[in-house]
């Protein structure tokens, strides 16, 4: 299980602007994957607080397990935490089929409002 930026957003998704990030989720995304998962999306990430989309484009994904899905789940708190939008793509069958049993389509695949970005509010001293 990989997950690699798109050295084209352009070429991935047409409505992308350039402040998307691509990523690409090849391969199982299980309990031996998940850890390098989370690493090269918060890597993908880092640093960019021009972003306002991620997308990951999971035509190629394997089997997705718990664990796999527990890092999809956390990929999204933390986008949405950062005011990022979150989009899976091109959704195979297995992995709608995980998410609708497990109750986590609907959330993960909502479309959001990007909100601004935490940080300190004027007046509030911090």
Same mark, same amino acid.
């Given at each position: 299980? @990989? #997950?690699? %930026?798109?050295?084209?957003?352009?070429? @991935?998704? %047409?409505?992308? !602007?350039?402040?998307?990030?691509?990523?690409?989720?090849? !391969?199982?995304?299980? $309990? &031996?994957? $998940? !850890?390098?998962?989370? =690493? =090269?999306?918060? #890597?993908?990430?880092?640093?960019?607080? &021009?972003?306002?989309?991620?997308?990951?484009?999971?035509?190629? #994904? +394997?089997?997705?397990?718990?664990?796999?899905?527990?890092?999809?789940?956390?990929?999204?708190?933390? #986008?949405?935490?950062? !005011?990022?939008?979150?989009?899976?793509?091109?959704?195979?069958?297995?992995?709608?089929?995980?998410?609708?049993? @497990? *109750?986590? $389509?609907? /959330?993960? @695949?909502?479309? =959001? =409002?990007?909100?601004?970005?935490? *940080?300190? /509010?004027? *007046?509030? +001293?911090?």
């Amino acid at each position: 299980m @990989t #997950a690699t %930026p798109d050295p084209d957003p352009a070429v @991935t998704s %047409p409505h992308a !602007g350039p402040h998307t990030v691509h990523l690409a989720l090849t !391969g199982d995304l299980d $309990y &031996d994957t $998940y !850890g390098e998962f989370l =690493q =090269q999306a918060r #890597a993908a990430l880092e640093g960019r607080s &021009d972003v306002t989309d991620l997308r990951l484009d999971c035509r190629e #994904a +394997g089997l997705v397990d718990s664990m796999g899905l527990s890092a999809l789940l956390q990929i999204h708190r933390s #986008a949405e935490e950062n !005011g990022i939008r979150f989009h899976l793509d091109r959704i195979g069958p297995v992995l709608r089929r995980l998410m609708e049993l @497990t *109750g986590t $389509y609907e /959330h993960l @695949t909502a479309v =959001q =409002q990007s909100g601004p970005r935490p *940080g300190p /509010h004027p *007046g509030s +001293g911090t």
